[in-house]
C-alpha cells in the first residue's frame, strides 16, 4: 500500500528558511500536496504540484519534486512565528471527485523569535 | 463562500447518547468527506461521498453513521460510541481539480 514518510519535527529562527521533506512510495502519485495545521483547527490547503511538475513557487512556498526519488520539499522562505504549525504532505493517485487522500506523519515547524 | 463550515465546534456526549455532526459547503463541490484524526497523528479516512453517494467507506464501525441529504450538507450520526472515539472529526470537500478543502473541525468527547 502508500506510505508516505515525514520527519517529525524542525526548529528554525525567525527569518530563516524552512524546508520540510516528505518523501512517498507509490510510483502512480498524481497529485502532492502540502497542507498546514495549526493548534486546534482544520487543516489549509497551501499548495500542491502535480506528479509532472518538478517545481511549483508561490510567493513565500517554493515546492520541489523530484519523481525519480519520490522525493517532495517545501520551502519556506523568510519563515515567521505565524509559519508555526504541523505540516502534512498527501499524495492522491487519482483525480476527480472523490479521491483519497493518503497523509504523512507531520511534521511539527518551530519558529523561534 | 470559498469555506468548508462544521457544527458544532465542540460536543461533548454520553456512551449511550445520539449526537449528530454537521458539515456544510455552497462551493459547488461533488465529492464529501470525513475524517477522524487523534491527537499529534495525521487525518484519517473515514467515508467519501461523491454526487451525494457513498463511494467508500474504510471499514468503519456501524457506530458512525453518514448522510448526504443533498450536494452542500453531510452529516454524521453518531450512536453508542467508545471513549475511544474521542477524537477531531474533519469534513472536507472537493471538485474535479483534486484539491480537498478542510472545514475547522468538531471536537468529540466521549465520556
Known amino acids: 500500500g502508500e506510505d508516505v514518510e515525514q520527519s517529525l519535527f524542525l526548529s528554525v529562527r525567525e527569518g530563516d528558511s524552512s524546508v520540510i521533506n516528505c518523501t512517498y512510495t507509490?510510483?502512480?502519485?498524481?497529485?502532492l500536496y502540502w497542507y498546514k495545521q495549526e493548534p486546534g483547527a482544520g487543516l489549509q490547503l497551501l499548495t500542491y504540484?502535480?506528479?509532472?511538475?518538478d517545481m511549483k513557487q508561490d510567493q513565500r512556498l517554493t515546492v520541489l519534486l523530484n519523481k525519480k526519488d519520490k522525493h517532495l520539499s517545501l520551502r519556506i522562505a523568510d519563515t515567521q512565528t505565524g509559519d508555526s504549525a504541523i505540516y502534512f504532505c498527501a499524495e492522491s493517485a487519482t483525480g476527480g471527485a472523490g479521491n483519497m487522500l493518503t497523509f504523512g506523519g507531520g511534521t511539527r515547524l518551530m519558529v523561534k523569535p | 463562500d470559498t469555506e468548508v463550515t462544521q457544527t458544532p465546534k465542540h460536543l461533548v456526549m454520553g456512551m449511550t447518547n445520539k449526537k449528530s455532526l454537521k458539515c456544510e459547503q455552497h462551493m459547488g463541490h461533488r465529492a464529501m468527506y470525513w475524517y477522524k484524526q487523534k491527537a499529534k497523528k495525521p487525518p484519517e479516512l473515514m467515508f467519501v461521498?461523491?454526487?451525494?453517494?457513498?463511494?467508500i467507506n474504510e471499514s468503519v464501525p456501524s457506530r458512525f453513521s453518514p448522510e448526504c441529504p443533498n450536494s452542500s450538507l453531510l452529516n454524521l450520526h453518531l450512536h453508542a460510541l467508545q471513549p475511544e472515539d474521542s477524537a477531531l472529526y474533519l469534513c472536507?470537500?472537493?471538485?474535479?481539480?483534486?484539491?480537498?478543502?478542510f472545514g475547522p473541525g468538531t471536537r468529540l468527547t466521549v465520556l
Open positions: 472536507a470537500s472537493s471538485q474535479e481539480s483534486n484539491e480537498q478543502f
Open positions: 461521498y461523491s454526487y451525494e453517494k457513498l463511494s
Open positions: 507509490d510510483s502512480s502519485s498524481t497529485y
Open positions: 504540484i502535480f506528479s509532472n511538475m
